[in-house]
């Protein structure tokens, strides 16, 4: 089985900052691209930013140059860095991760999801 585990949300006044971290563990054979997804009430959940084992990212037109996501491949943790942070951007925060597990000698690639953090952002 494979846990993520998100970290770093809270309630933040508008034009402020905070970092997201979302620590995958477990049966990981690698993983390939993780990202950050979020839910604000009433819509469906939308991506926010994405980076692959590589280091290539994308981002959602809402948060460019506002967010920098980053990762480190040693401790299987991916960051989200928000900055002049808006009401808009409250909502719950998802980390997603793309993993290879080997089971008998097979690889297979798994989705996992965290179980999602709170962001809030007052005005």
């Known amino acids: 089985q494979v846990q993520l585990v998100e970290s770093g949300g809270g309630l933040v006044q508008a034009g402020g900052s905070l970092r997201l971290s979302c620590a995958a563990s477990?049966?990981?054979?690698?993983?390939?691209?993780m990202g950050w997804y979020r839910q604000a009430p009433g819509k469906q959940r939308e991506l926010v930013a994405t980076i692959t084992s590589g280091g290539s990212t994308n981002y959602a037109d809402s948060v460019k140059g506002r967010a920098t996501i980053s990762r480190d491949n040693a401790k299987n943790t991916v960051y989200l860095q928000m900055n002049s942070l808006k009401p808009e951007d409250t909502a719950v925060y998802y980390c997603?991760?793309?993993?290879?597990?080997?089971?008998?000698?097979?690889?297979?690639?798994?989705?996992?999801w965290g179980q999602g953090t709170q962001v809030t952002v007052s005005s």
């Open positions: 997603n991760a793309d993993v290879t597990k080997v089971v008998v000698a097979t690889k297979f690639r798994i989705d996992y």
């Open positions: 477990g049966s990981i054979f690698s993983i390939n691209a």
